[in-house]
């Protein structure tokens, strides 16, 4: 394969030549121009990488370290209630997401959307605050990894920790994205692997296979309870439990943004995008209802080991119910898979946040310099900015200082609900637009189910939870200025932004027949309708893998492989 060809973007009606080598879709790439604001990104991305991201996505340190603390707050049966809840209306989002990003899998996504399909400040205020969001998660992610590794020792300098880390991730994500996407297939294995031994861990001891060889059942579901009472006591003490345990899901419970935010760079898109979206549904109900239903049997809610805010692994339900088993190895196995879990979450919100400010910059929401990409089609002006964000983990460095980027993080909480907002109205504009142009939805890659009263309820509950999320700091004797920021910081910034901007640039809402349903369209059919055979399933893409690793080690051997 001529790498000059292999390097070059996908534009509008181009000559094609050069055969991609190892695919079996059979399309060839194009070599023409693109013009400037267009998807100068390479569509490098193939279903088993798209598959592993969704769920690499999905799972985050939140399942295994913070959901400890909704279990606290609420007790056992609030937890399940309330990842169960927030995991649905999650579902509703996926839902809206999959819709719009499957018919249009454009760089930066539901950013851009936002600013086509319902008002341009709406997209300012969608793009920014997804790239804060992003961006700031970084060097806690850094941060959270020093910490896991004091469970081990803590003689291992944390600035060489930092660089390390900083280095890795500019590694990863200055190449091009497949091997960006490579990576996140390896490291979302890990989180699965973790994922599977958690919860066999939970099924093995819970019928007695145990050091005390005592069948437990749900037993901590009887004592001290099912439910918790949370700040208040009685009835309303458990209705705080539950919201406490909602609070919780809030922040572990995402995903589909991430499946989105790579649909500019999926092979396919309309095929491998739509699978990676269409696997959220079960996904969601395996990691987080089951999740949570596992973390309220092997812990009682009221261990004290809960609320240690170690930050470590040692604050794990699943590491503190083995210590309190006697399990001496499982413990270390977990914290070290653990290290890999962080790690993919700090790399995809490198990611993430790069091709957001990517977005912005194509729709003059952000200097045109981000825009600029290298012949790899990696963002190198974003890329450059965004590797600024990690170094604000040395702060961690001077003890009277660790606290700033925890700070920071919970700043920045808000954002994933206005996220969540912003999705809900675009779909609400997208269906809207779609009826008064005479587009037949059913025609459509992908339609949603109950639209779109399944966008107006995620419009409405993303509100409300973002508007309740800080009320303990309104209770009685509760007021603080420490403790109102943290959770409204974000949504003071939002208002800021939208009214900024349509003040700035006098903005006005998409009318839903001027709506630019076209937009990127000829050319992603152009580009899907150049594939000559049938996509690639998962498991014939993993095969091959495991097929060609094979074929690699036999002639490092020494043994004939010509056949």
Same mark, same amino acid.
Request: overall charge negative.
């Given at each position: 394969?001529?790498?000059?060809?292999?390097?070059?973007?996908?534009?509008? @009606?181009?000559?094609? #030549?050069?055969? %991609?080598?190892?695919?079996?879709?059979?399309?060839?790439?194009?070599?023409?121009?693109?013009?400037?604001?267009?998807?100068?990104?390479?569509?490098?991305?193939?279903?088993?990488?798209?598959?592993?991201?969704?769920?690499?996505?999905?799972?985050?340190?939140?399942?295994?370290?913070?959901?400890?603390?909704?279990?606290?707050?609420?007790?056992?049966?609030?937890?399940?209630?309330?990842?169960?809840?927030?995991?649905?209306?999650?579902?509703?989002?996926?839902?809206?997401?999959?819709?719009?990003?499957?018919?249009?899998?454009?760089?930066?996504?539901?950013?851009?959307?936002?600013?086509?399909?319902?008002?341009?400040?709406?997209?300012?205020?969608?793009?920014?605050?997804?790239?804060?969001?992003? $961006?700031?998660?970084?060097?806690?992610?850094?941060?959270?990894?020093?910490?896991?590794?004091?469970?081990?020792?803590?003689?291992?300098?944390?600035?060489?920790?930092?660089?390390?880390?900083?280095?890795?991730?500019?590694?990863?994500?200055?190449?091009?994205?497949?091997?960006? @996407?490579? $990576?996140?297939?390896?490291?979302?294995?890990?989180?699965?692997?973790?994922?599977?031994?958690?919860?066999?861990?939970?099924?093995?001891?819970?019928?007695?296979?145990?050091?005390?060889?005592?069948?437990?059942?749900?037993?901590?579901?009887? #004592?001290?309870?099912?439910?918790? &009472?949370?700040?208040?006591?009685?009835?309303? @003490?458990?209705?705080?439990?539950?919201? @406490?345990?909602?609070?919780?899901?809030? /922040?572990?419970?995402?995903?589909?943004?991430?499946?989105?935010?790579?649909?500019?760079?999926?092979?396919?898109?309309?095929?491998?995008?739509?699978? *990676?979206?269409?696997?959220?549904?079960?996904?969601?109900?395996?990691?987080?209802?089951?999740?949570?239903? =596992?973390?309220?049997?092997?812990?009682?809610?009221?261990?004290?080991?809960?609320?240690?805010?170690?930050?470590?692994?040692?604050?794990?339900?699943?590491?503190?119910? !083995?210590?309190?088993?006697?399990?001496?190895?499982?413990?270390?196995?977990?914290?070290?898979?653990?290290?890999?879990?962080?790690?993919?979450?700090?790399? $995809?919100?490198?990611?993430?946040? !790069?091709? #957001?400010?990517?977005?912005?910059?194509?729709? *003059?929401?952000?200097?045109?310099?981000?825009?600029?990409?290298?012949?790899?089609?990696?963002?190198?002006?974003?890329?450059?900015?965004?590797?600024?964000?990690?170094?604000?983990? /040395?702060?961690?460095?001077?003890? #009277?200082?660790?606290?700033?980027?925890?700070?920071?993080?919970?700043?920045?909480?808000?954002?994933?609900?206005?996220?969540?907002?912003?999705?809900?109205?675009?779909?609400?504009?997208?269906?809207?637009?779609?009826?008064?142009?005479?587009?037949?939805?059913?025609?459509?890659?992908?339609?949603?189910?109950?639209?779109?009263?399944? =966008?107006?309820?995620?419009?409405?509950? !993303?509100?409300?939870? &973002?508007?309740?999320?800080?009320?303990?700091?309104?209770?009685?004797?509760?007021?603080?200025?420490?403790?109102?920021?943290?959770?409204?910081?974000? $949504?003071?910034?939002?208002?800021?932004?939208?009214?900024?901007?349509?003040?700035? +640039? %006098?903005?006005?809402?998409?009318?839903?027949?001027?709506?630019?349903?076209?937009?990127? +369209?000829?050319?992603?059919?152009?580009?899907?309708?150049?594939?000559?055979?049938?996509?690639? %399933?998962?498991?014939?893409?993993?095969?091959?893998?495991?097929?060609?690793?094979?074929?690699? +080690?036999?002639?490092? !051997?020494?043994?004939?492989?010509?056949?």
């Amino acid at each position: 394969m001529d790498p000059a060809v292999a390097d070059k973007p996908v534009g509008v @009606g181009e000559a094609e #030549s050069g055969p %991609r080598e190892e695919k079996v879709s059979g399309h060839r790439d194009s070599v023409g121009e693109v013009e400037d604001g267009s998807n100068q990104l390479h569509r490098h991305l193939g279903n088993r990488q798209i598959q592993l991201i969704a769920i690499g996505g999905t799972i985050g340190t939140g399942l295994f370290v913070s959901i400890g603390g909704g279990l606290a707050a609420g007790g056992p049966a609030n937890l399940l209630l309330g990842y169960s809840v927030h995991a649905l209306m999650i579902c509703l989002v996926n839902n809206s997401l999959a819709e719009m990003v499957c018919y249009m899998p454009v760089s930066g996504s539901f950013i851009r959307m936002a600013g086509r399909w319902v008002d341009d400040a709406l997209g300012f205020l969608a793009g920014w605050n997804f790239f804060l969001y992003e $961006a700031i998660l970084i060097p806690f992610e850094i941060t959270a990894l020093n910490l896991v590794l004091t469970f081990w020792t803590d003689k291992i300098p944390v600035a060489a920790i930092c660089v390390a880390v900083i280095v890795l991730y500019a590694i990863i994500n200055i190449l091009a994205v497949q091997y960006y @996407g490579e $990576a996140e297939f390896w490291l979302a294995s890990g989180k699965l692997l973790l994922i599977l031994i958690v919860f066999f861990f939970t099924f093995i001891t819970a019928v007695g296979g145990n050091p005390q060889h005592e069948p437990y059942g749900f037993r901590y579901w009887y #004592s001290p309870g099912a439910f918790a &009472e949370h700040i208040h006591a009685g009835t309303l @003490g458990r209705f705080e439990g539950f919201l @406490g345990s909602l609070f919780s899901a809030c /922040f572990t419970v995402v995903g589909p943004e991430y499946v989105a935010m790579v649909a500019g760079e999926a092979e396919r898109p309309r095929v491998y995008i739509k699978n *990676g979206f269409k696997t959220v549904y079960w996904r969601f109900f395996v990691f987080f209802v089951l999740g949570a239903l =596992a973390v309220g049997v092997v812990i009682p809610y009221d261990d004290p080991a809960l609320n240690n805010g170690s930050g470590t692994a040692d604050g794990s339900p699943y590491v503190i119910a !083995m210590q309190n088993m006697g399990v001496a190895v499982l413990p270390h196995i977990v914290n070290a898979l653990l290290l890999t879990s962080i790690f993919s979450a700090g790399n $995809a919100y490198v990611y993430c946040a !790069m091709r #957001s400010l990517y977005g912005l910059a194509c729709d *003059g929401q952000a200097p045109a310099i981000f825009k600029r990409t290298m012949k790899n089609g990696i963002p190198i002006y974003a890329f450059a900015v965004v590797m600024l964000f990690p170094f604000l983990s /040395f702060l961690q460095v001077s003890g #009277s200082t660790a606290s700033a980027v925890t700070t920071l993080q919970s700043v920045t909480q808000g954002a994933t609900m206005i996220n969540y907002i912003c999705i809900s109205l675009t779909y609400i504009f997208f269906h809207r637009a779609c009826a008064a142009q005479g587009v037949d939805r059913a025609s459509l890659p992908y339609v949603g189910y109950l639209q779109p009263y399944g =966008a107006y309820v995620t419009f409405v509950y !993303m509100i409300l939870v &973002e508007g309740i999320f800080g009320y303990t700091v309104f209770l009685p004797g509760r007021w603080s200025v420490a403790d109102f920021f943290p959770p409204y910081t974000m $949504a003071f910034v939002a208002i800021l932004l939208y009214f900024g901007w349509k003040i700035y +640039k %006098r903005t006005r809402f998409v009318s839903p027949l001027d709506a630019d349903l076209v937009w990127e +369209k000829p050319q992603i059919d152009a580009y899907e309708a150049a594939f000559t055979e049938p996509p690639t %399933r998962f498991r014939d893409e993993l095969w091959a893998l495991i097929s060609r690793r094979k074929r690699v +080690k036999e002639n490092h !051997m020494g043994e004939d492989v010509s056949s």
